[in-house]
């Protein structure tokens, strides 16, 4: 039988990185989309380079997009790239939906066009339950975004159901709660909290690396965080890859709600990340305004019964040791 083939578009984002591994371990040619940056250095993928094909294009660009699927004929599109920031999404609202709606658009239009018989994942969000209509949040649960991302993402999670019903294709959402690894990028609030965490047990009192606001993100030996009372559903990025390749195995198309069940609070991240390196968090973080959001979203908690019965798919990383694998992460990195 001839290998099956992927095309991953934000294959140098966490998931895209994670997910080309999972697919190469089944043996498929995984192709990508990645953009074209002044020194391409992809850091997520490197380790793994040799074994892709990588090809230009880029969600803005119809043709380029065309292009990829035409050249790479492939068999499953995970359509996984997206300007990926909520906070980010209020500070650019028409470039969010540019890439993050119209973007996913242009993709799935291109697939059903080029390669219909192709089998497409649209990577939804649990950020469009925003203000919450019920908790814990499962796929009948209404949607309510709270940002311009989050209301990108439901146009795009919205045309892809459209595209399923419409023209039979095989298009499918992830809806997919918060999931995160040491491959996230440091604006995210996993990251910096653990990265702070690690430069306060290894005495880094002025960090390198900027936060959101162009500031060390350590300074002083303290870390600044918005609000801390926000609740997610914290899960492990490579086990959630797995869940994505299982929902294309299906017989039909149809939306997966993916989490852990488990929600916590952003203080409750400071205090397992300061606790693991025998620190009082109360110590470290600030709360500095500029990090909070004009609105929040929440409190998010998947009730991800329906992957679990269909997909048999449930997590295998729980919270402690997802912020335990992190910390321990930075301080190998800052080492
Ligand atoms: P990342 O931010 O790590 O990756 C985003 C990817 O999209 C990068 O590869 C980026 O490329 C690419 N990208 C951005 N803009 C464009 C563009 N115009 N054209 C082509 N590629 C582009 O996100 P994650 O891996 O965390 O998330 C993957 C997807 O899942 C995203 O759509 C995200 O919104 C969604 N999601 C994520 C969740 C999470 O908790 N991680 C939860 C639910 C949904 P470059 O490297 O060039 O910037
Ligand atoms: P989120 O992730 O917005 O949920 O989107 P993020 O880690 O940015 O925020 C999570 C929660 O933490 C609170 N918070 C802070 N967030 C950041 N970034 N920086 C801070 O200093 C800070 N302090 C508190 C936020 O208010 C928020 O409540 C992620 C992305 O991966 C999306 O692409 C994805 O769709 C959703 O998760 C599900």
Redesign the pocket.
Known sequence: MSKKVALITGITGQDGSYLAELLLKKDYIVTGIVRKTSNMAYANISHIQEELNLIQADLLDPISIREALQKSKPDEVYNLASQ????ESFRQPIHTAEITAIGAHRVLDATLDVVPKSRFYQAS???MFGWVREIPQNEETPFNPANPYAAS?LYAHAMTKIYRESYNMFASNGI???HESPRRHL????Q?VTYAAACAKLGVKSSEHLN?EGEPIVKNGKVA????Q?K?DWGFAGDYVEAMWLILQQDKPDDFVIGTGETHT?QELCEESYGYVGLNWKDHVVVDDR?I?PT???PLVANPSKAKKVLGWTPKTTFKDLVHLMVDAQIARLK
Not at 187 to 190: D, H, I, L, Q
Not at 225 to 228: A, D, M, Q, S
């Open positions: 990926s920031h909520p906070a969000s649990s950020e993402k997919l709660f918060n604006g995210f609030v996993t910096k959101e965080l918005g609000n801390l926000a997610r952003i990090f959001r929040e979203t929440g």
